[in-house]
């Protein structure tokens, strides 16, 4: 980045690292490097803004992605609806768990955030969980690039975009399959009675018969 870019961007402040941080999440899949930017900018502004700037940005950006995914089910039929609701109620707090790390971690996370979507998965509870680590994700990066070059680049990232798009959208598109093929009924009261453990072994025995 340029100089003279980075000047402009400094004259727009924390609202530049936040508009910056919606844009650079809101197409699904596009690893737009919206990090490297943040990070230059962390050195002159105060990390905590930008962390927080950074972190309430990408969260409102990332919700598109939910959206896409809870449009998806308009083309299911009643009888699935109703199994990934039952899907999306057994996730309970580990939901919580898996967006909260997906997004605090320098990761895919539309792998999924869009499954997320399908399955109607509470919002609110996605929204808290997505903001805590986006939020997360903004502190560590802000703070890093404001005291060692080396450790942010690990968040920032610097890999092959067309490679990130790939694996990112094949390893959504088998959790989406994954998801859609269970029975979740059927699951449901499985795990209730024998634990997820069990299940596992179960539908692995199913499928080697």
């Known amino acids: 980045m340029n100089l003279t870019l980075l000047e402009s961007l400094l004259e727009y402040g924390y609202l530049g690292t936040f508009t910056i941080s919606i844009l650079g999440n809101l197409v699904p899949f596009l690893p737009v490097p919206y990090l490297i930017p943040i990070f230059l900018l962390s050195h ?89 680590g986006k939020l997360t994700l903004g502190m560590i990066v802000a703070y890093t690039a404001k005291y060692s070059f080396e450790y942010a680049k690990i968040f920032i990232g610097n890999g092959d975009p067309l490679l990130t798009i790939a694996v990112s959208v094949t390893f959504m598109l088998l ?7 269970i029975n979740w009924i ?8 024998n634990g997820v453990i069990a299940y596992i072994k179960f539908m692995l025995r199913k499928k080697s018969k």
């Open 186 to 193: 059927e699951a449901t009261q499985y795990i209730e009675k």
């Open 44 to 132: 002159i502004l105060e990390p905590f803004f930008v962390g927080i700037t950074v972190g309430i940005g990408a969260s409102l950006g990332k919700c598109v992605s939910y959206a896409i995914g809870r449009g998806g089910r308009a083309v299911l039929d009643e009888k699935k609806k109703k199994e990934l609701e039952c899907f999306g109620n057994l996730l309970g707090k580990y939901g919580v768990i898996a967006v909260y790390l997906f997004s605090s971690l320098p990761l895919p996370d539309d792998i999924i955030v869009m499954p997320f979507g399908i399955i109607k998965y509470n919002f609110k509870r996605f929204f808290v969980a997505l903001l805590l």
């Open 175 to 181: 959790m989406t399959w994954v998801i859609y093929k």
